[in-house]
Structures are given as structure tokens and as C-alpha cells.
């Protein structure tokens, strides 16, 4: 259901759980906790989730969001750095560029998922080897 706080104007997604006589909204996100309806409260039903799906970005963009991190930790390395202000500090260095090949997939799943052309894909992958990483100007 979406419930709307009529105090602050918030509307948020939220489960109704019943527990006994009491009722909750429980949040779909777990790191908040769970809020007993009581007349009290200002609130209002505004809406209700008819239909949950699941799509491609359910299962195949997770899984590929955590190859992705696995592959960033892997090829990341620890520097020694020293600085005027703290010291010396022990700094994890990522390298995005070393993960361009699984970025280019999760660009692949989300172009799917909107509807891009093949030329907007296009675009949107060798954006950063065209614009970011100067390329383009080495071939002129």
C-alpha cells in the first residue's frame, strides 16, 4: 500500500502486517522498523500495489551489480599516501577501467529494459572511452 503522512506529506511504500488486534505498516526497506496504526497518527491509504512483476533487473542486473563490485575490490590496490593535514594514510585505489567490459553489460541489460536503439547504446558505452578518456582526440 502507499501511505501518505498527513503530519509531513510523505507518501512511502509499505506492507500492512496484523498482528492480533494491532496493525503496522512495515517498510519494504529493512533498516527502518516497523510503525503501529494508531488513531492517533495522521495518515491516509492513498494507493495499492496491484501487480508485482519481476523483470531483468530483478535478477540479471543485481547479479551483474555484484560481479561488479567483486571485480572493483579485485582489482583495486592499497597506497600509501601522505598527507600535509593527516598524515600518512592507508588509501584503497580503484580503477573503474579495469571493469569497463562488465559496466558495458550492465549498460546492455538497462538499455534493454528502457527501449534504447542500438544507436543510443552505442552512445552511451564509448561515451567515457570518447569523452572521458580523450581517445577521440588522439585519433584527429
Known amino acids: 500500500m502507499i501511505v ?5 506529506g510523505e507518501a512511502t511504500f509499505k506492507q500492512s502486517k496484523k ?6 505498516t512495515h517498510p519494504l526497506n529493512p533498516r527502518y522498523p516497523d510503525i503501529e496504526l494508531k488513531k ?9 500495489v496491484v501487480k508485482k ?8 542486473l543485481s547479479s551483474l551489480a555484484n560481479t561488479l563490485m567483486k571485480d572493483l575490490q579485485d582489482n ?3 597506497r600509501q599516501m601522505n598527507y600535509k593535514k593527516y ?11 579495469l571493469s569497463k567490459p562488465i559496466i558495458d553489460r550492465i549498460d546492455r541489460v538497462l538499455a534493454k529494459h528502457y527501449g534504447f536503439t ?9 561515451y567515457d572511452i570518447k569523452y ?5 582526440s588522439e585519433e584527429e
Open 4 to 8: 501518505k503522512d498527513e503530519g509531513n
Open 76 to 78: 583495486s590496490e592499497m
Open 40 to 48: 492517533r497518527f495522521k495518515y491516509r491509504i492513498v494507493g495499492k
Open 118 to 126: 542500438d544507436e543510443e547504446l552505442d552512445f552511451i558505452i564509448n
Open 19 to 24: 498482528y492480533g488486534e494491532t496493525t503496522v
Open 53 to 60: 512483476e519481476k523483470t531483468i533487473l530483478n535478477g540479471e
Open 132 to 136: 572521458r578518456m580523450g581517445r577521440d
Open 87 to 97: 598524515g600518512l594514510l592507508n588509501v584503497q585505489v580503484f580503477a573503474p577501467r
